[in-house]
């Protein structure tokens, strides 16, 4: 019978956690597709625009970062490191990043991948001189499940969670006719 190699096994288990963890983002996105919904997300967009700086990424493929916004029905002016507007057809996307938001996230993340790897790491130990194999997978569990949270609440903390509003609207043919 073949025998495992347990440091081995910890490593690949230490290995594809951290690679599932730091290739996790968080973000949320909406797209809004017409001017009827782009009317009903206005205040919302405002309230955040009020909290904080947003990026604003252009049909051209132009990105303005770090920028107050001014959010109107028909077009988005912004303030700061760059000023501009743009009519609402020409605008791709609107950006804001959410630090708190972001910990919360990193901290669930951890506890979901720490958790498991580590209740496989006490399940494969070698070692019962001072715990049997339920007590080492509870300990490794409890210990991964803290310091993956905790590794995902400080991730968390400097990514940010994006909240990311994605416009797909048509022009408006301006002369009150349907597209």
Known sequence: MPTLDRGRTTRALLGASALTFLTLGCSSTRTIATREDWAAEVDEIRSEASERPADVTLRTGHTIHDVDLDVAVEEVRWTGPAEGASPLENVQG????HYGRGAVDGLGWGVLVGLPVGLLLGATSDDDF????DAQMLIGGAAFAV???AAGALTGSILGHDEVYRLQLDPDPGDGSEP
């Open 130 to 133: 001072l715990f049997d194999r």
């Open 94 to 97: 609107l950006r804001f990043q």
């Open 147 to 149: 310091i993956g949270g």
